[in-house]
């Protein structure tokens, strides 16, 4: 069932766009990522342009974060004033990401600017990810680490401006989460993500936050800087496709309700490892797209005639 997108200009199955927006949600929903990180490049694979990619994603994250919001809420997973915090970062980085974007864009270096930014971060943040998580599976002590991490002191917590967030059971500074949300904010509107696979990791490593609140608490402030970016994108660079975002909330917004419910199945590490291997392997695909010699060395554009 083909369907045409006016913005993307192409045609595309329908079906195969609610599928993704399934899979993408149910991720969503089971490791508290907004699923950005895997969505965007399977867009771009598919054949959307990564502008349009990038400007449409950030709609559909905002339904699949909040269905996956709302299974983590029923069961009192979602630390309020800590997300409140990093979304007041996350705002201030949405708007300065839009700006970067609608600059590339004008300079013509958006799609190369999109893939460096997703091998870097997917690359580095999921390697990183994999290694700790491994050392805890073989270990079989992951709530020792998580202990000791709480309570392991760094310069970070010399930071001033400390509030206490008891459903976390923190006492750090409020710039630490308002900057983890700041660079959160800046990557929804440069790569079309919602940060997750950034900030739960952070928040787990930097904040020491309890594995069971991370999920919950990131789809939190997902919700509000991904909606400011869809906004924006729409207004200001004009590349947000409103039927390519609606198959995929479509799809992601019931997918979200299952990964929330299998979320419950897997421990920390067990998710935490799962999550840094697709991740892996998708800026492992990225990186070998920007190297291998493409199809079509050329394309011509002619203008339409009056």
């Known amino acids: 069932m083909q369907v045409y997108l006016p913005i993307a200009e ?36 598919i054949g959307i342009p990564p502008a349009v990619a990038v400007g449409t994603q950030a709609n559909q994250l905002v339904g699949a974060s909040v269905s996956g919001v709302l299974g983590h809420w029923r069961r009192n997973n979602v630390d309020v004033k800590l997300g409140l915090v990093m979304l007041a970062g996350g705002a201030a980085g949405t708007v300065l990401g839009v700006w970067l974007f ?6 013509g270096h958006i799609d ?31 709530a020792a680490v998580a202990k000791a991490k709480m309570h392991h002191h760094t310069w970070l917590h010399g930071l001033p401006f400390k509030v206490r967030f008891p459903r976390s059971r923190l006492y750090v500074s409020v710039l630490l989460p308002g900057g983890i949300g700041f660079v959160g904010g800046v990557l929804v509107a440069i790569m079309g993500i919602g940060g997750g696979f950034m900030l739960v990791p952070a928040m787990i490593y930097l904040l020491g936050m309890p594995t069971a609140m991370v999920a919950g608490t990131s789809l939190f402030q997902i919700i509000f800087t ?81």
């Not at 971060?121 to 990810?129: A, E, K, N």
């Not at 479509?250 to 935490?272: D, H």
């Not at 190297?291 to 011509?300: A, E, G, I, K």
């Open 112 to 142: 190369l600017a999109i893939g460096l930014s997703y091998v870097f971060f997917l690359g580095v943040i999921s390697s990183l990810m994999l290694w700790e998580s491994v050392r805890a599976l073989l270990r079989g002590r992951d």
């Open 226 to 306: 991904t909606g400011i970016a869809a906004f924006a994108q729409a207004t200001f660079n004009h590349t947000v496709d409103i039927l390519l975002a609606l198959l995929l909330l479509v799809g992601g917004v019931i997918g979200a309700q299952f990964g929330s419910r299998a979320g419950t199945k897997l421990r920390g590490e067990q998710a935490r490892a799962l999550l840094a291997l697709m991740v892996l392997a998708v800026a492992v695909k990225l990186a070998v797209d920007l190297v291998v010699r493409p199809d079509d060395l050329y394309s011509v554009s002619l203008p339409l005639p009056v």
């Open 102 to 107: 609608g600059l590339l864009q004008t300079l």
């Open 10 to 45: 192409l045609s595309v199955n329908a079906l195969l766009l609610l599928g993704l927006g399934g899979i993408v949600g149910f991720l969503s929903g089971l490791f508290g990522v907004g699923g950005g990180f895997l969505m965007t490049p399977l867009l771009i694979f």
